[in-house]
Every structure is written in structure tokens, then in C-alpha cells.
């Protein structure tokens, strides 16, 4: 068993898909389960978490977040457990090369955050997601999420909170 890890990402800014940081540019993402394929093709030395032993866990499903026009190229990963009444976010990880100062996008944990609460709402769920944070990152994520407290460090997006996700991450087409 995979030892379970609490949330520790910062949600840098909420944009409407995945922005250049360098141009403002906005980019199309989908998020998608990821497949053998995908996991064979992970480098370790790219993540911080093994992906390869997670995506052996039968009860848990990943998905990748990808740019529309360039699926080949994995934004982010995030591990979710369907939990029959809400989706439990274990891990979310953004690529190496949008972490830190020089990253290349902004959006993508709060991307991926949003596909949970999608996914949730799609299961009947009423867009209930649930994650473990990091002590230090409880106020931000209740900030930058509309997350609040369970009990302990659990903490949850309600329905009015994942409404706001997914508008901002999946607007409806007009």
C-alpha cells in the first residue's frame, strides 16, 4: 500500500485553462485518464511522486492534464479515489517544467483541482471533492479553492466552491 501523501501545491493563479507565463498566452487543455503508454514513458527524475507505482493502486484512477493541440506533452498529473458519496484527491503534481520561478504555465494545479470537481458533479457527487493538505496550506487553500475544514487536515470543496472551479477552468460554450 501507498503511504498517503498530504496536499502540498501551491495554486499559483486560477486561470481559464493554462497560461504562458512569459506571453499571457491561454492554451485549450482536456484531462484525461492516463494510459500505459503514458506511464512508460514517465521519467522519475521528472516527478516527484512515483507515478508508476501509483498507477498499479486498482482503486485509484490518474488522469493527465494536456494542451488540445499538443496531447504528447503531460502538463500534470492528479491521482483521484472514487469514495461512492465524493472524489478524494490523493496527489496532484504539476510537470517539472511548471514548477518553481521559471515555470512555463500557470493553471495547472488549479486545472486539475477543477477536473475533480467536474468528475464529481458527473458522478452525482454534487461536485464534493476531498483532499489531506499540508498544515502550512490550509489558509491558502481555502483561499484560492473555497476549500474549508473537515476535521484535522482534511479538507473539502463543497458544491458552491467546485461551481466556481469549473466555471473558471470548463466555461460553458456560448
Avoid at 43 to 48: G, M, P, T, V, Y
Avoid at 65 to 90: A, C, K, T, W, Y
Avoid at 116 to 127: D, Q
Avoid at 161 to 174: D, G, R, T, V
Wanted: glycine letters at 6%; proline letters at 3%; charged letters at 25%.
Amino acid at each position: 500500500m501507498v503511504k498517503q501523501t498530504p496536499f502540498n501545491i501551491e495554486i499559483d493563479k486560477l486561470t481559464h485553462s493554462i497560461e504562458n507565463t512569459v506571453t499571457g498566452d491561454k492554451f485549450k487543455t482536456e484531462v484525461i485518464e492516463i494510459t500505459p503508454t503514458d506511464v512508460k514513458s514517465l521519467k522519475k527524475s521528472d516527478w516527484l511522486f512515483d507515478w508508476k507505482a501509483e498507477s498499479k493502486q486498482l482503486d485509484k484512477k490518474i488522469y493527465k492534464l494536456v494542451i488540445v493541440d499538443n496531447p504528447s506533452i503531460i502538463q500534470g498529473l492528479i491521482e483521484l479515489q472514487d469514495r461512492s458519496d465524493h472524489i478524494f484527491m490523493l496527489l496532484i503534481e504539476s510537470s517539472k517544467f511548471n514548477k518553481g520561478a521559471k515555470k512555463v504555465y500557470y493553471g495547472v494545479p488549479g486545472n486539475l483541482v477543477a477536473f475533480a470537481c467536474k468528475l464529481s458533479f458527473s458522478k452525482g457527487y454534487g461536485g464534493y471533492v476531498s483532499f489531506e493538505s499540508k498544515t502550512k496550506l490550509i489558509e491558502h487553500y481555502k483561499k484560492s479553492l473555497g476549500a474549508h475544514i473537515l476535521f484535522g487536515n482534511i479538507m473539502a470543496i463543497n458544491t458552491i466552491a467546485a461551481n466556481k472551479l469549473i466555471e473558471q477552468y470548463f466555461p460553458k460554450k456560448l
